[in-house]
């Protein structure tokens, strides 16, 4: 069985639904504001594509989408070192493309997929390239991304368990220089959402692989088999659980961390799973049928995600509603000839990128069952109504 082609088609059907998930999903107000507030190297990202593409939402999210096509290259190609057989190595790419964290992190604007792709193109030439390169590369990563500063508290670990003097002042000089650009968030009084973050890990991953990368890390730690990739995964993992006893953390930046574990994962799988007889390769059989059960069913649940409004009796209790409405309510103005208004906050800079400019023409308020129904403006997805809003003219005279 020839993988490679097999493999090439998947990423091609992946791609495709991604792309189709684009007229599907609004821009969210996170996404809003790393477009059109603070600068970040992300913004000049996703700003150069909407130069070239125009102001929508293809444009928007193509440049996540490219990232992570080249996070599934670059993956493949790390593991070359870990997983001998092509069959592995398919297995390993499928899991990757449907962990729910990164089917999220291909397609919504955030950080999360600048780091996946920039750890494992670190990893990539760290390994196969002259150091003087890597060195390099970490020196523009602590300029373009904060999120980049627990590779640097993780390189400064494993340079130290390894004796490299050089490489750990590089990344103890980095790590200085990224916070002092991007400073170190410890806020807030401290309380322990360490439940919450294991809880957002299992949905990231899926309980079942979830539990599995940690007891890889914890093996590989017991038979001093760590390298690289294991001082990436277990330091940043560490890290967020001690921060989840004082603070909420940006669960999605760490997971970005702990995904690069994925060929230690499937490589002590598959060694666990070959070195017994056949009859007894049944609970590994069990454990592997399930969590592709559970990966395929969580992204059935992503990529079809409007269609479980009906689930719910409060439509924004869905995981996906902050990722709603704004295009489709955006549509409904400009039917009524509206290209301005005056909405709440978050949802004013969400109808922006779609050319509903703020002003104090028209009013768009929450619904309220004393207004006139002509003024209603409702958006349903699968016969369930998820917003309802009020618009009316304000008058200046």
Request: aromatic fraction near 18%; charged fraction near 15%; hydrophobic fraction near 50%.
């Amino acid at each position: 069985m020839n993988y490679r082609y097999i493999l090439t088609l998947i990423i091609g059907i992946d791609v495709f639904i991604l792309l189709l998930q684009t007229s599907i999903l609004s821009i969210s107000y996170q996404e809003a504001s790393i477009l059109y507030k603070n600068y970040s190297f992300l913004q000049q990202i996703i700003k150069t594509s909407i130069y070239f593409f125009g102001q929508n939402d293809f444009a928007l999210r193509i440049p996540m989408i490219i990232l992570h096509i080249l996070s599934v290259i670059l993956l493949y190609l790390i593991s070359f070192r870990y997983l001998s057989k092509e069959s592995d190595r398919f297995w390993m790419v499928l899991i990757f493309l449907l962990s729910p964290g990164i089917i999220s992190s291909a397609i919504i604007v955030n950080s999360a997929g600048i780091i996946i792709f920039g750890l494992l193109l670190f990893i990539y030439i760290y390994e196969k390239i002259p150091n003087k390169y890597s060195y390099i590369l970490l020196a523009l990563y602590s300029f373009l991304e904060s999120g980049f500063v627990y590779l640097f508290i993780c390189l400064i670990f494993y340079s130290y368990f390894k004796k490299e003097k050089k490489f750990l002042l590089w990344n103890f000089l980095l790590f200085s220089i990224s916070i002092y650009i991007y400073g170190f968030s410890l806020h807030g009084i401290p309380k322990s959402h360490l439940l919450d973050s294991l809880g957002l890990y299992s949905a990231i991953f899926t309980p079942i692989i979830f539990v599995y990368m940690f007891y890889t890390l914890y093996r590989r730690f017991l038979t001093k088999n760590t390298d690289l990739i294991w001082f990436i995964s277990t330091i940043t993992l560490i890290l967020s659980l001690v921060l989840s006893f004082r603070q909420k953390v940006e669960i999605e930046i760490f997971a970005a961390y702990l995904i690069v574990s994925l060929p230690l994962v499937v490589q002590t799988f598959i060694s666990s799973y070959r070195v017994r007889l056949k009859i007894f390769r049944k609970k590994y059989n069990f454990i592997f049928i399930v969590s592709l059960i559970f990966l395929f069913v969580n992204s059935l649940f992503i990529l079809f995600n409007k269609e479980l409004y009906v689930l719910f009796d409060n439509p924004k209790k869905h995981f996906a509603y902050n990722m709603h409405i704004a295009k489709e309510l955006a549509n409904k103005l400009k039917d009524k000839n509206i290209n301005c208004i005056n909405s709440y906050k978050k949802m004013s800079l969400r109808l922006k990128y779609y050319g509903i400019e703020e002003c104090s023409i028209y009013k768009l308020e929450k619904y309220t069952k004393n207004k006139e129904l002509e003024n209603i403006v409702t958006i349903s997805y699968s016969n369930e109504i998820v917003y309802r809003g009020i618009v009316t003219k304000i008058n200046n005279k």
